[in-house]
């Protein structure tokens, strides 16, 4: 841009230097090109693919992760771990979970010394440093107590209220706060604790507005227990909806699961999805409300899959056999203890909604099939803001996708997922995943590599002609070649990824 030699043009332009947000003048960066965007990733709590209207759901109340997806891109391959804290470390870090040690979902209580290795960057203490604003506002899990506090992994500000509350080591559902001026020591129970949360994201929004910000909106819902305001029950009170067919599946008994219960569940679990996408609402239209919008890039992201009765399953990395009894509310109530866990890497459990919108660079309503992954976004958000790094990490760069270029991106993704905790039945299977287009590959394993039961749990399945994985073709001679290519595959990432079975 010329300045005008004409003092009365100059003074102009010097009034809209101070006018303009900071981010259109810039900080420390030349202004040569577009200024980095501020940043939201917002992660939602066990929200499976299905469940998003974009994604073709007809039930489901979604009507702002669909504005989502027609402003921004949708990936219809967007994978993260099956367990909460192994997707957190994931998505804040970039690696696989097995590198810093989390390899299955962090218990309160018994485990402040189980966490995310202090040090090991992330989104936030990377942005940090780059001059953003950085806040958490929601769920963290990846440890307890002060030493594992967000602040120590370049947040800001952390507003959180579940598994991290200052000073707080126990359980889930007595962490005693003080909400909107009132003691509250049963926060998860709190129908209003979505309302609560998002009202906090906007107040950071607000409050940073002439900053630049990143901010990780890490959500409650739609995890259980599905305790939300009548409004978002009312939505499905008189809705038909579409279940998943359970006939076939042998651990569901007849006196548990029938169609009107399991069609009573399936509503709860809508009602906590059109819970997160109300106030999800009131996100994109601050952001619009403040002008915002168009210099912010946003993800939106589930941290975790999740089944309600879909192979006969309620949950999802380490789902329980579908149990339902009546009358139940509360945390667990669900959860099939009677009949044990079915742990697994179907689809369902790892498969998620993920969105990105990017105005001025992504072509709105546009849709992508590559397989991406949690492990993407850090150096996604790297390769955006400018940064260059030596940083080696799992995930790559989807810039190229988001600008709808032609690259080389992974032909398959491949992850793990090791059960630290008991079973029900006393085992702890250790999954491996191979994922490709067409094929998904799973094998069970103990501790030591050896195939449980002799193989016959480890599954392959076409996507193709069974894309919800219900044939397994595993034992059938023709695919011999295909396994022995899929497993040598799946084997080769693990070396490469470093592969270790280690707690941190
Ligand atoms: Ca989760």
């Not at 974009?54 to 669909?66: I, W």
């Not at 891109?73 to 957190?88: A, D, H, I, L």
């Not at 994931?90 to 018994?110: E, F, K, N, Q």
């Not at 594992?148 to 992994?153: A, M, R």
């Amino acid at each position: 841009m010329q300045i005008s030699t004409n003092p009365d043009k100059a003074l102009v332009f010097c009034f809209l230097l101070i006018l303009a947000p900071s981010y259109l003048v810039g900080n420390n960066d030349s202004t040569d090109k577009v200024e980095p965007p501020n940043i939201i990733v917002i992660f939602s709590d066990d929200q499976a693919q299905w469940t998003v209207g974009a994604y073709g759901n007809k039930d489901v109340s979604t009507p702002n992760m669909d504005r989502l997806a027609v402003e921004g891109m949708m990936f219809t391959n967007g994978f993260t771990k099956p367990v909460c804290s192994p997707s957190r470390a994931m998505l804040l870090t970039g690696l696989y979970s097995h590198r810093v040690g989390i390899p299955d979902y962090i218990l309160p209580a018994d485990q402040s010394t189980r966490g995310l290795p202090v040090g090991t960057p992330t989104i936030a203490s990377i942005l940090k440093k780059k001059g953003y604003v950085t806040g958490l506002i929601g769920k963290w899990h990846l440890g307890y107590g002060e030493r594992y506090y967000p602040e120590k992994y370049g947040f800001d500000v952390a507003d959180v209220y579940r598994y991290n509350a200052p000073g707080e080591t126990t359980g889930l559902d007595d962490i005693d706060n003080i909400i909107r001026g009132k003691r509250v020591s049963k926060f998860i129970e709190d129908p209003e604790n979505g309302d609560i949360l998002f009202e906090r994201a906007v107040e950071y929004i607000r409050k940073n507005q002439n900053n630049r910000f990143f901010l990780y909106l890490s959500t409650y819902k739609p995890h259980l227990p599905w305790i939300v305001p009548d409004r978002d029950h009312n939505v499905y009170k008189d809705k038909e909806i579409s279940l998943p067919d359970i006939s076939n599946f042998s651990g569901i008994t007849r006196e548990t699961v029938n169609k009107t219960n399991l069609e009573r569940v399936m509503k709860e679990y809508y009602a906590a999805v059109t819970n997160t996408d109300r106030n999800l609402g009131k996100v994109l239209d601050e952001l619009d409300a403040l002008g915002l919008a168009k210099n912010t890039l946003i993800f939106y992201i589930g941290d975790n899959g999740f089944m309600v009765g879909q192979h006969g399953m309620l949950g999802k990395g380490n789902a329980r056999v579908m149990y339902i009894r009546e009358g139940a509310h509360k945390y667990g109530d669900y959860l099939g203890r009677e009949y044990g866990t079915a742990p697994n890497m179907l689809d369902n459990s790892v498969l998620v909604p993920f969105m990105v919108k990017w105005p001025g660079v992504i072509e709105p309503g546009s849709v992508n099939k590559n397989l991406v992954s949690t492990i993407d976004v850090l150096p996604t958000i790297m390769d955006i803001v400018g940064i260059e790094s030596d940083l080696n990490v799992d995930g790559k760069s989807m810039v190229p996708l988001l600008k709808g270029e032609e690259t080389n991106w992974r032909k398959y993704y491949c992850d793990t997922y090791d059960m630290i905790h008991l079973g029900d039945n006393g085992e702890q299977p250790h999954m491996r995943m191979l994922r490709s287009d067409k094929w998904k590959y799973i094998t069970y394993e103990d501790e030591m590599g050896r195939p449980l039961d002799n193989g016959t749990r480890n599954q392959l399945f076409n996507l193709d002609t069974d894309p919800e994985e219900l044939v397994n073709l595993y034992d059938k001679e023709e695919y011999d070649e295909t396994i022995k290519f899929l497993e040598s595959s799946l084997r080769n990432w693990m070396f490469e990824s470093q592969y270790s079975l280690s707690y941190k």
